[in-house]
């Protein structure tokens, strides 16, 4: 013992000096956890001091039922829209339309012939002949934007050339 306190006696100015800085040391880390304390406590009656009075379990339990249904809700969209995707390619997306005057004997465009095709290029195509005696329809299926039958001009430019078509407005949509 007596040999540390004539060591402590020796060096008192260094121990001293080391107890301040840790002392210091000490109030700064307080302070700083001090802080966070109070951020984290306006944080906390920020979020929760709208809801007082109210039954906060009963209302986080609530939120995560609301969270897992949401979350439930989300798959099925997932599972929906991949079914859409899967289904998307054999969907009609092209549309073309001519009209024409195959006979001498009539006035204006009463014929036509219209393609309906999928992204694809399958479908078919249909041309309605008009005349003043008859009227005759003829559909020809087409795959891959060709068909096994023998395609008219007005035919080929249907499939050729699709028609610009307005997307109509979605339902419940205030326009």
Do not use: C
Request: net charge neutral; hydrophobic share 45%; charged share 20%.
């Amino acid at each position: 013992m007596r040999l540390f306190l004539t060591y402590f006696d020796h060096h008192v100015f260094g121990f001293w000096l080391s107890l301040v800085i840790v002392v210091l040391l000490l109030l700064v880390w307080l302070t700083a956890a001090e802080r966070r304390r109070r951020r984290l406590a306006d944080r906390f009656n920020e979020t929760l001091g709208r809801v007082e009075g109210q039954n906060v379990p009963a209302m986080l339990t609530e939120y995560l039922n609301t969270v897992s249904r949401i979350a439930e809700q989300s798959g099925q969209m997932e599972e929906r829209v991949n079914q859409l995707s899967a289904a998307l390619p054999s969907v009609v997306s092209h549309v073309g339309l001519v009209r024409f005057s195959p006979f001498h004997d009539t006035g204006g465009d009463h014929s036509f012939s219209m393609a309906i095709l999928d992204s694809r290029g399958d479908g078919v195509v249909v041309t309605a002949l008009h005349s003043r005696q008859e009227h005759k329809l003829f559909a020809k299926p087409v795959t891959n934007r060709t068909s096994r039958y023998a395609l008219t001009n007005e035919e080929r430019e249907a499939i050729d050339k699709p028609v610009a078509v307005e997307a109509a407005p979605a339902a419940g949509s205030g326009g």
